[in-house]
């Protein structure tokens, strides 16, 4: 049974950081593929960061140099480092993970909300 359970998200002022979790269970990362995505609202979700099939990363431009995704293989645990947080950066992100051969994930965990005010 695939879980995933996304924390650190919270409230933080711009120009501030946070580090989200993503725990994963019944998710192999070599035949899984994860990444983060976020849904602010009335938009609908688009992808942050994840990783590619070969293993290297992918970021919206929106992310680039801002945010990194990283995983723990030994902890089953994916992050995604955001700093510089901006305003618009404000939404709930979830974690998602997909087969190889899928497009778009199959499984998704809860979501967290981050919201950037001052």
């Known amino acids: 049974q695939v879980q995933l359970v996304e924390s650190g998200g919270g409230l933080v002022q711009p120009g501030g950081s946070l580090r989200l979790s993503c725990a994963a269970s019944g998710i192999i990362f070599s035949i899984h593929v994860m990444g983060w995505y976020r849904q602010a609202p009335g938009k609908q979700r688009e992808l942050v960061a994840s990783?590619?099939?070969?293993?290297?990363?992918n970021y919206a431009d929106s992310a680039k140099g801002r945010f990194t995704i990283s995983r723990d293989h030994a902890k089953n645990t994916v992050y995604l480092q955001m700093n510089s947080l901006k305003v618009e950066d404000t939404a709930v992100y979830y974690c998602?993970?997909?087969?190889?051969?899928?497009?778009?994930?199959?499984?998704w965990g809860q979501g967290t909300q981050v919201t950037v005010s001052s």
């Open positions: 990783f590619t099939n070969g293993g290297s990363t």
């Open positions: 998602g993970a997909r087969r190889l051969t899928a497009s778009t994930p199959n499984y």
